[in-house]
C-alpha cells in the first residue's frame, strides 16, 4: 500500500459503512486491516475480547500465504477464505488490492449475507483508503 495519512474522517466513514452494514446486520465483530496485519478498524461486541492484533496479522500472513497457493494453481489471487467452527464463523475477504475485512459471526447470521453486504460495501471502503 503507497503511504498515506489516516484520518479521522477516513475513519468515521469507514466505521459508519462497517456498522451500518455488517455489525447492524448481527456480524460480532469486523475488522478492517492492512495487507501487513496494521489494524485500521476495529469493531463489535467482541472487539474487546480477542486478541486482535495477533488475528490481524495471521489473517495477513494466511491471505499471503493463500494468494501464493493461488499462484501455483494458476490463478491471480483467492480474494475471500471462509472458515466454519463450531461456535462461529470467519471470513477474510480482500478489498482493493491493499486492504482485508475480516468479519466474525455466529449461525444466526448467513454466510450469503455477508458475502452480499461486503460485496456491497467493498467499493466504498476501498475508495475511502485508496482513492
Known amino acids: 500500500m503507497p503511504d498515506f495519512v489516516l484520518t479521522s474522517s477516513m475513519l468515521e466513514k469507514s466505521k459508519n ?7 447492524n446486520a448481527g456480524v460480532r465483530t469486523v475488522l478492517l486491516i492492512d495487507s501487513a496485519g496494521n489494524i485500521l478498524v476495529n469493531l463489535g461486541q467482541t472487539a474487546d475480547e480477542i486478541d486482535a492484533i495477533s488475528l490481524a496479522a ?8 493463500t ?14 477464505l471462509f472458515h466454519k467452527g463450531k461456535n462461529g464463523n470467519i471470513n477474510f475477504g480482500r478489498i482493493g488490492n491493499d486492504l482485508i475485512l475480516i468479519t466474525i459471526f455466529g449461525e444466526d447470521v448467513s454466510l450469503g449475507l455477508v458475502r ?14 485508496e482513492g
Open 17 to 23: 459503512i462497517l456498522v451500518n452494514s455488517l455489525i
Open 58 to 65: 495471521l489473517a495477513a500472513a494466511n491471505l499471503g500465504a
Open 67 to 80: 494468494a501464493q497457493i493461488a499462484k501455483l494453481i494458476g490463478e491471480d489471487d483467492f480474494t475471500l
Open 116 to 129: 452480499c453486504r461486503i460485496t456491497d460495501i467493498s467499493e466504498s471502503l476501498r475508495i475511502i483508503f
